[in-house]
């Protein structure tokens, strides 16, 4: 099985994009967090996307971009385990990794997490993009507006180019300097800032994005072109 191939069945299945790592691409991993330390046999990490619809970012009211991210998010989950049993049928070995939730690395003191494997930093090592200063992962055509998924194989399998497109003008500094949380550096962003917004909880227990001001305010939002 080749990559083109492996790239147009999971196309088929769902995904607006779709690209491929080769393993070597991740050494600059931190300790804990290569996809090896997930599955030792892995040699290519595939990296997909769903485009998510982008109006609800001008909603007043947060609910409706918190349920377009939380369907997305779904549906992206349920196409990575769909591609697993669909190239499991067909001989290949394939590990699932959640678009999102779960992960294990918690620390409490500075509300950080880390999920098991970084989707924006296997995305833009896959070719689908490149990093802002707002830390996301932005593809030219579809800009920032995206869902990322990810499946480790033992396939060895050709790599796509990595995206070398400029994302942010020198003199741009939107996201950062409109984070309502300065939760922004540039290259980074800190959790203990940003999560009260980004994963509001409810008194019902109901958790809300009520804040996404540094995907919408991006001139890049929705493409590069
Ligand atoms: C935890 C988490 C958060 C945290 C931290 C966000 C962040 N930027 O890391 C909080 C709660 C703040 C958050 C908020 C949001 N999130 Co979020 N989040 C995640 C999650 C589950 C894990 C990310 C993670 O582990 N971060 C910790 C580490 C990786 O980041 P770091 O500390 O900056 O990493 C440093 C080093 O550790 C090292 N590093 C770490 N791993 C690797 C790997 C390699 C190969 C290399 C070279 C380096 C490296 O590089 C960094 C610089 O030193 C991912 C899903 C996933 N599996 O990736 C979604 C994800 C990043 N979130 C996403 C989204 C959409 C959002 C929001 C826009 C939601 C909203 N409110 O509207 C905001 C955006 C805020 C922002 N500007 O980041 C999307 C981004 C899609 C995209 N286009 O890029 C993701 C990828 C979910 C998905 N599957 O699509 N999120
Ligand atoms: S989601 Fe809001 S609080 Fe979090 S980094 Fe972006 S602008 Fe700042
Ligand atoms: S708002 Fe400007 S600095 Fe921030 S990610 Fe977009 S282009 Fe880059």
Not at 158 to 181: K, R, T
């Amino acid at each position: 099985m080749d990559s083109n191939k492996i790239k147009q069945i999971i196309k088929d299945m769902g995904a607006t994009l779709c690209g491929i790592a080769p393993i070597h691409r991740f050494s600059e991993a931190p300790e804990g967090f290569h996809p090896t330390d997930i599955y030792n046999d892995c040699e290519s990490v595939i990296v997909f996307a769903k485009r998510v619809p982008s109006e609800s970012l001008f909603a007043r009211n947060c609910v409706p971009y918190t349920f377009v991210n939380d369907v997305v998010t779904q549906k992206v989950d349920h196409l990575t385990v769909t591609i697993c049993m669909a190239l499991e049928k067909l001989g290949v070995k394939v590990v699932p990794i959640p678009s999102d939730d779960p992960y294990e690395h918690w620390e409490p003191e500075r509300s950080y997490g880390r999920a098991i494997l970084s989707m924006r930093h296997a995305g833009y090592l896959a070719g689908l993009g490149v990093l802002g200063k707002n830390t996301l992962l932005a593809n030219k055509e579809l800009g920032n507006m995206i869902q990322l998924g990810a499946i480790l194989t033992s396939l060895e399998l050709e790599g796509d180019l990595i995206a070398n497109y400029e994302h942010c003008p020198p003199n741009c500094s939107l996201c950062i300097d409109n984070c309502p949380a300065k939760a922004l550096d540039g290259t980074t962003v800190n959790q203990k800032l940003c999560r009260p917004l980004s994963i509001f909880v409810t008194k019902k227990g109901y958790n809300l994005k009520k804040c996404n001001i540094c995907r919408r305010i991006c001139p890049h939002l929705l493409g590069l072109k």
